[in-house]
């Protein structure tokens, strides 16, 4: 979709007969362009200094229009007239509007226009002359879709499964998991429970005990001998002494005291 619209060149050439809004001083004026009292298309001349009621300023300033909004008439060039007073602040003297639908006639046109005060009545004359440039298109985004009358409005596709659908979930069963996949509705694996001081058993795996830590070579370490090894063997000793002492015939309080005292390194 594209808009039309082309470039209006206004020159502001001067104005007569004006009406003086100043008691003791002569005017100074200048003039104030806009398209239909738009503040962003406001364009002005400089100020003619000392022209009364005669201001002469040949002053050129370039529009855009939308041609179709002008030929329907519904833009103006509205020019304001003011008095520039430095101390007791600016005065509003009359305006002519121009409807731009009378620039679009021909290339070139001369234009006077009747100068209009705040009370309705006309004094004074504004003379300009317009140039019309060749029209050129600006494309405009297109409208948001609208749902035609009775059709319900398309939905947007959503990349995830709309609220309220089992669709998708859970997620599938991998085919080629190496583990049982624990079935749809299962309790959840147990949580750890917190320390109670005692060490953590050995984790079993999958059909197979867990073997001690191997060395940073590569082999199980050498491993050392009991620390009660060496009582274990006396004790062996001391027991094989006493049954001798019976068997043989000895004295119990011999067999024993001999056998203790057999027994090197020991005070019972």
């Known amino acids: 979709m594209e808009k039309e619209y082309r470039p209006l060149d206004i020159t502001l050439i001067s104005a007569k007969d004006l009406k003086d809004v100043n008691l003791f001083s002569k005017m100074d004026v200048y003039a104030v362009v806009t398209i239909n009292g738009d503040p962003q298309t406001r364009q002005q001349t400089p100020v003619d200094r000392n022209c009364g009621r005669n201001p002469n300023w040949q002053s050129t300033m370039i529009f855009t229009v939308e041609e179709a909004a002008a030929n329907q008439n519904r833009l103006n060039l509205v020019i304001r007239l003011v008095s520039y007073r430095r101390r007791l602040g600016d005065k509003h003297i009359g305006q002519v509007v121009v409807p731009v639908k009378e620039f679009l006639d021909c290339k070139e046109k001369d234009f006077v226009g009747e100068v209009r005060l705040r009370n309705g009545k ?15 298109s600006v494309p405009v985004a297109a409208p948001p879709h609208v749902a035609e009358e009775g059709k319900p ?3 947007p596709v959503m990349g995830y499964p709309a609220a309220g659908s089992s669709a998708g979930w859970p ?19 147990p949580q750890p429970q917190e320390s109670s001081g005692y060490p953590a058993p050995h984790a079993q795996g999958y059909g197979y005990t867990c073997h001690p830590p191997y060395g940073e070579h590569g082999y199980m370490p050498a491993q050392q001998p009991a620390a009660g090894l060496g009582l274990r063997l006396v004790g062996g000793l001391f027991a094989r002494e006493v049954i001798d002492g019976v068997l043989f015939g000895g004295s119990d309080d011999a067999g024993v005291t001999g056998g203790l005292d057999g027994v090197v390194g020991f005070d019972f």
């Open 153 to 155: 409005a398309e939905k």
């Open 171 to 189: 997620p599938p069963r991998p085919a080629a998991y190496p583990y049982n996949y624990p079935p749809q509705g299962a309790h959840p694996p």
């Open 122 to 136: 006309l004094k004074g004359t504004l003379n300009l002359c317009s140039k019309i440039g060749q029209k050129f």
